[in-house]
């Protein structure tokens, strides 16, 4: 458990939520303000809420809560490996600077090491760089589907898996 950082204006939008709508909170009282950004923060908790649930991540009881770019997770996985996929589809999500890990694991093992690429980097010159061999990208590549789904595109500020390997 623990608080992971993330890139806030890296990935996916969730909502659709951009200048505009920062620009009309601003424009209304105080009062309205706070509604809004609390119907706002509820709006985005439920969306982070779904997204984890259609990619399929295994957990009992998700419950996540948003405020001011913070996303809290809640919930039980079945594997390390599930709870650090959980923790990166929220964290890679554009409006989300911080994740607060308070999933439990049924299973305990050992973690991985969390990358944030970038400019320039590829799965192949990560591996190299975490493997000593650029033709383990596949490992990686593995390691954070289902967000992933093509091994050429990744982008700068997403955070990656990188889990640890047997020789």
Do not use: C, W
């Amino acid at each position: 458990m623990g608080l992971f950082d993330f890139v806030k204006d890296a990935g996916d939008k969730l909502l659709g939520l951009g200048k505009e709508a920062g620009e009309k909170i601003m424009g209304r009282d105080k009062t309205a303000q706070a509604a809004q950004k609390q119907a706002t923060d509820q709006a985005t908790a439920k969306a982070l809420n779904t997204m984890v649930n259609n990619l399929g991540l295994k957990v009992e009881g998700l419950s996540i809560d948003f405020k001011d770019g913070l996303a809290t997770v809640h919930g039980t996985t079945p594997s390390q490996e599930e709870k650090e996929k959980i923790i990166l589809a929220v964290g890679n999500t554009k409006g989300v600077s911080q994740v607060d890990d308070q999933l439990s694991v049924q299973k305990p093992e050992s973690e991985a090491v969390f990358y944030t690429v970038k400019s320039g980097d590829t799965l192949s010159k990560i591996a190299k760089a975490h493997y000593g061999n650029a033709q383990k990208y596949n490992v990686i590549f593995e390691a954070n589907r289902p967000m992933l789904k093509d091994p050429n595109k990744i982008y700068p500020g997403q955070t990656l898996r990188i889990p640890p390997i047997s020789a």
